[in-house]
């Protein structure tokens, strides 16, 4: 999306869509060009976009509070060009940020609270006792792959929980599309991860590390990696800045899956779990409701806004209460909408 000043004076307006049988709304949220994550609670939506945090009221979804400004002193964050993205979680009745190497917590309302050194290289989430540490992690063939992990509050003893197929450092092989990486983790008291390698599977640990249950499912259709797909991927690793001047290297080691995975993405809520798959049609999602014992409670579609094809920056997309809220990129207009849904559970 082109930074323009149109972005920035367009007037908020509503849009009421049909999606199945459930109603929707669309609203243009004005003050936003280029946002990174978003999150959703006690009717109120926090904004991620580069090193601003944005609150609105989901009432009205009036800005409530801006804060937050690039820079190393208190209250400021720093973005790594090549590293981890910003994230921002809830941790008790606490926002957190973590940014380039320091996690800083907030009141709800956007109050600064305390802040604290973190290491670099990973994304970090707060836990009862500790942190989850989505980062870099050496395998057992010495290669250096995105992995969960568990460690303590000094940051030490890291447990893996997750070793993903996604390499980092010196890269000798690209596997396209990716499997389910971009999500929120972590619910009040339990920590879910898609472990996309084996299909659909999803497996519940407590913050100790220990593994509660897992969800396993049958795909109902294994859908085909088209042409298209791979075509437009490789267009993109040529036109992306970070990407391009190596391109000729970058093609070589591009693997293509014969099939999508079955999970593209999952929001939690509470103690429900609506996952995402990659069926589509008319430019919406299939979502699959279910219990944590995996019962299937009802299904639906949902639009969301389409990732980069090799990025583990979080999708745009939140449950609250049963409520779905996805910001959606409005090319022609140049704006932001909110999509907001309340999904069948």
Same mark, same amino acid.
């Given at each position: #999306?082109?930074?323009s %000043?149109?972005?920035?004076?367009? %007037? ?13 709304r669309?609203?243009?949220?004005p ?11 006690? !009717? ?7 090193t601003s945090? #944005? %609150? ?6 009036r800005?409530?509070k801006?804060?937050?400004r690039?820079?190393e002193?208190?209250?400021?964050? #720093? ?7 910003m ?6 009745d606490?926002?957190v940020?973590n940014?380039n190497n320091? #996690?800083?917590?907030f ?5 600064f ?5 973190a290491p670099?290289n ?7 006792g500790?942190?989850l540490?989505?980062?870099?992690a ?13 460690f303590?509050d000094?940051?030490?003893?890291p447990?893996?929980l997750?070793q993903?197929?996604?390499?980092l ?6 596997l396209?599309p ?6 929120y ?5 339990? @920590?879910?991860?898609v ?13 100790g590390?220990?593994?509660?249950f !897992?969800?396993?499912? =049958?795909p ?7 042409e298209?797909?791979r075509l ?6 040529? /036109? ?13 080691v ?7 995975p079955? @999970? ?5 809520d509470s !103690?429900?779990?609506y996952v995402?798959t ?10 699959i409701?279910?219990?944590p014992?995996?019962? =299937?409670?009802? /299904? ?5 806004q389409?990732p ?8 745009? %997309?939140?449950? !609250? ?10 090319? =022609?207009?140049e ?5 907001t ?5």
């Amino acid at each position: #999306m082109k930074r323009s %000043i149109l972005a920035l004076v367009s %007037i908020p307006c509503l849009v009421l869509v049909s999606t199945g049988l459930e109603a929707a709304r669309r609203t243009v949220l004005p003050d936003l060009i280029q946002p990174d994550a978003i999150l959703a609670r006690n !009717d109120k939506l926090y904004v991620l976009e580069r090193t601003s945090i #944005m %609150i609105y009221s989901l009432n009205d979804l009036r800005l409530l509070k801006t804060f937050g400004r690039e820079g190393e002193g208190p209250q400021e964050f #720093m973005v790594q060009p090549f590293g981890p993205p910003m994230t921002i979680s809830f941790y008790r009745d606490r926002l957190v940020v973590n940014s380039n190497n320091k #996690m800083s917590f907030f009141t709800l309302d956007g109050r600064f609270v305390s802040e604290h050194k973190a290491p670099p290289n990973a994304v970090f989430y707060r836990v009862e006792g500790g942190y989850l540490g989505i980062g870099s992690a050496l395998g057992e063939d010495n290669n250096q792959y995105i992995s969960y992990r568990l460690f303590d509050d000094d940051f030490q003893n890291p447990r893996l929980l997750y070793q993903s197929e996604i390499m980092l450092g010196r890269i000798s092989s690209i596997l396209l599309p990716m499997n389910a990486l971009n999500y929120y983790p972590i619910t009040k008291d339990r @920590i879910f991860i898609v472990r996309g390698k084996l299909g659909f599977v999803i497996e519940a640990y407590d913050h100790g590390g220990r593994k509660l249950f !897992d969800l396993r499912r =049958e795909p109902e259709q294994q859908l085909k990696v088209p042409e298209s797909y791979r075509l437009e991927t490789l267009n993109w690793f040529k /036109r992306h800045p970070l990407f391009r001047d190596q391109y000729e290297q970058i093609k070589e080691v591009i693997r293509f899956k014969t099939h999508y995975p079955a @999970i593209k993405t999952i929001a939690i809520d509470s !103690d429900t779990l609506y996952v995402i798959t990659n069926v589509s049609r008319n430019g919406s999602y299939e979502y699959i409701t279910l219990s944590p014992d995996g019962k =299937e409670r009802g /299904r639906g579609w949902v639009p969301l806004q389409e990732p980069e094809p090799y990025t583990y920056y979080p999708l745009l %997309i939140t449950v !609250d209460r049963g409520e779905y809220h996805a910001l959606l990129e409005d090319e =022609e207009e140049e704006v932001w909408r909110l999509h907001t849904q309340v999904l069948k559970r």
